[in-house]
Nanobody, 123 residues
Framework: QVQLVESGGGLVQAEGSLRLSCTASGRTIGNYHMGWFRQAPGKEREFVAAISARGYMTSYADSVKGRFTISRDNARSTVYLQMNSLKPEDTAVYYC????????????????WGQGTQVTVSP
């Protein structure tokens, strides 16, 4: 089992920045592809970004490409999401995901989830 704990969410003005962190425990995450998803009220959970197990490959949703950066530090069992140039439409609960299927952007392929952290972007 893997336990994931997110942190770093909050309230920020448009064009501001936040960095989310996801720290894992229970098992080393070095063998897992990791990612971030988000869910806005009344909407389905959607893919945001993913990073391969060794960190060599990344993937982003078109809506965040060029603004968000995913990274990982396997020695610290931590995954990060740097979010710049935030927009009000980025407002959502952000979830860390572990052991996801590379190439799939469906939340149904994720085996482990964090509890989520709220990100609110004001106009």
């Amino acid at each position: 089992q893997v336990q994931l704990v997110e942190s770093g969410g909050g309230l920020v003005q448009a064009e501001g920045s936040l960095r989310l962190s996801c720290t894992a425990s229970g098992r080393t995450i070095g063998n897992y592809h990791m990612g971030w998803f988000r869910q806005a009220p009344g909407k389905e959970r959607e893919f945001v970004a993913a990073i391969s197990a060794r960190g060599y490959m990344t993937s982003y949703a078109d809506s965040v490409k060029g603004r968000f950066t995913i990274s990982r530090d396997n020695a610290r069992s931590t995954v990060y999401l740097q979010m710049n140039s935030l927009k009000p439409e980025d407002t959502a609960v952000y979830y860390c995901a572990a052991d996801l299927r590379w190439g799939s952007r469906s939340y149904s392929t994720v085996n482990y989830w964090g509890q989520g952290t709220q990100v609110t972007v004001s106009p």
